[in-house]
């Protein structure tokens, strides 16, 4: 596993995400805030880097089907415990990049 | 800087594996006393200056994992470890809170800490308190602390400023007095070496003794040092992790004692917020249950504060000069536990919260948002998911309502109680001055060794603990 690194796993997911969530917030910085969270998953302790890339791989595969980002967004708003951990630790590293570079940035990402 | 690279091989009397508040003060006392130490601190050594407070620079740099770490649990509890030379000490609040004596008291009795006199730990925090610089700000309270000040008066609790380790010049600008400003300067000007960028992986063992350390470098090399004496003073998770892989069991990593905390963020009119310090006021109308503080607020911090209700709290945002985060702690029940697996580098850390705690949480996010309204806040961003802003006292009563800990944003910065000291066989880690039990030399001497958690920012009494178990050590050397 220590092979594994983050950015192919989690990438397509945290851009998908923070594009959704902030839609305003210009390409080059989303892939910035994208780097930056891959990175963070890439120094996570190894039980808790393990269980992020387990669950990055699932949505990843259902990210390359048709429908599949929504059955991913379903499945994230039900109740299971770590599943649901998966885009909050997402947002917490790429909102927390986003405000501390950016202080003026608006509630959809735009650079005010 | 008075650190330097490790080599592969190394020697020494005594090793002391981490450089914070129980390594630093560990070392010092051991050098001073003419014995030959060695520290090793797996993080690097940052001036202070180097890195801006709170940053997520600084948490790459001075937390390990970049200040991702979690205990895992229904709800899971964040929290962070400093890993860096100097430890906690160099990323913490700096506020200072002596031992409460009475807490002292009963952990003599409940663990059967032998030969432990109180009132000698209350004598060791007058001389940290010198040392530290230990006082309160001359400039005064911040805006955000001023706040509390206000809500807590306003509602007739108790409060006050808390002092902190922080020497001031004549302009009034402050120092923080850290390990790395303080008792690790100390150490090496006794002749104490201090290495960094150097993971202890595992301890050797011959019987009842350990020989060896076996450390990994910055490049990937091994290296080996060899010792009379260790002392393990990595924190509450690393030192029982390292006993565990080293194949030490017991009463170690079994007991995890924290604070969990509970946050929210206040809006107020004008702004107050301060990005690069925390406010030093705190609440302890309810001690030791239940108390408030402020935390580290800027901007990144306040959007992580709205992101659990983000859809209805995201246009505050752009108000983050006008808002400040504060926190609600508790005393838990709960326990957790710090287990090593074989082939991982990293011990799996587990918390449990009580039923009593989730309640004490609900009521401390409660009281908590009452004050900030008293405090004259316009809205109050509790952190959990399905939260309402809250506005009026009325709010307050439904945002209780509908808390859940498990939606909840919970984490927390003390860390303690994995190796617990005293007599008492069926709980304690360690004898009553830090040796694990059925081993001969080595030691455990920072936050691990406190029974419980205790309720207050621990960092003095640890620093009290670890003087107190050195001095004697080194009075033990004295003797032959």
């Known amino acids: 596993m220590q092979q594994v690194r983050a950015l192919p796993v989690v990438g397509g997911f945290a851009d998908r995400l923070l594009a959704e969530d902030l839609p305003d917030l210009p390409h080059q910085r989303r892939a910035e805030v994208v780097g930056f969270v891959a990175r963070r998953v890439d120094g996570l302790p190894s039980f808790t880097r393990f269980g992020v890339l387990l669950i990055g791989v699932v949505f990843r595969a259902l990210l390359a089907v048709p429908g599949g980002w929504g059955l991913g967004r379903v499945v994230l708003r039900l109740p299971l415990p770590f599943v649901a951990e998966y885009p909050r630790l997402v947002r917490s590293l790429g909102y927390a990049y986003v405000w501390e570079h950016w202080p003026s940035t608006t509630p959809t990402g735009g650079a005010a | 800087m008075i650190a330097r690279p490790a080599d592969a091989a190394m020697d020494a009397e005594v090793l002391v594996i981490g450089s914070g508040a129980g390594g630093a003060t560990t070392a010092a006392v051991l050098a001073e006393a003419g014995i030959d130490v060695l520290v090793v601190e797996e993080g690097e050594w940052v001036e202070q200056g180097d890195t801006v407070p709170f940053s997520l620079d600084q948490m790459d740099r001075q937390y390990r994992a970049g200040g991702v770490t979690v205990a895992l649990g229904l709800p899971s509890v964040a929290y962070t470890e400093g890993r860096c030379a100097g430890g906690g000490t160099e990323v913490n609040s700096g506020l200072y809170w002596r031992p409460p004596g009475e807490l002292l008291a009963r952990w003599r009795e409940d663990f059967r800490i032998a030969d432990f006199d109180p009132a000698e730990l209350l004598s060791i925090a007058d001389e940290v308190e010198t040392v530290l610089h230990v006082g309160t700000d001359p400039a005064g309270p ?78 990937g090399r091994t290296g080996r040092i060899t010792f009379r004496d260790v002392f393990v003073c990595g924190g509450a998770i690393q030192s029982p992790a390292l006993l565990q892989r080293s194949g030490i069991r017991g009463n170690i990593g079994r007991s995890l004692a924290v604070h969990p905390t509970v946050k929210l963020a206040a809006r107020f009119a004008d702004p107050l917020n301060i990005p690069d310090d925390v406010p030093v006021h705190q609440v302890k109308e309810f001690a030791p249950h239940l108390s408030f503080g402020g935390s580290a607020s800027n901007p990144g911090l306040v959007a992580l504060s709205l992101l659990d209700e983000w859809n209805g709290f995201r246009d505050a945002v752009v108000d983050w000069p006008r808002i400040s985060v504060y926190y609600a702690a508790i005393t838990s029940q709960g326990r957790g ?94 004898d009553s001055f830090g040796r694990v039990h059925g081993a001969t030399n080595i030691h455990v001497n920072d936050a691990s060794l406190l029974p419980t958690a205790p309720g207050v920012n621990p960092q003095a009494t640890v620093m009290a603990f670890a003087i107190r178990n050195a001095r004697r050590f080194a009075a033990g050397e004295s003797h032959g």
């Open chain 2, 337 to 430: 536990r710090v287990f090593s697996v074989p082939r991982l580098r990293d011990p799996i850390v587990t918390y449990h919260l009580t039923a009593r705690d989730r309640a004490l949480l609900r009521s401390g996010l409660g009281r908590l948002a009452l004050l900030m309204l008293e405090a004259g806040a316009d809205t109050v961003f509790p952190s959990f998911r399905g939260a309402p802003a809250v506005r009026t006292r009325k709010h307050v009563a439904t945002m209780e309502r509908l808390f859940s800990a498990n939606r909840a944003s919970v984490m927390t910065v003390h860390l303690c109680s994995t190796v617990p000291i005293g007599e008492e066989a069926a709980r304690c880690g360690a």
């Open chain 2, 142 to 219: 911040t805006a955000p602390s001023e706040a509390m000040r206000r809500g807590a008066d306003a509602l007739g609790w108790r409060n006050g400023e808390i002092p902190r380790w922080m020497r001031h010049d004549g302009s009034g600008a402050g120092q923080r007095q850290s390990m790395t400003r303080t008792y690790l300067p100390r150490a090496a000007a006794s002749g104490a070496r201090i290495v960094t960028g150097c993971r202890v992986d595992r301890l050797e063992l011959d019987g009842d003794r350990a020989v060896a350390a076996h450390t990994t470098l910055p490049d």
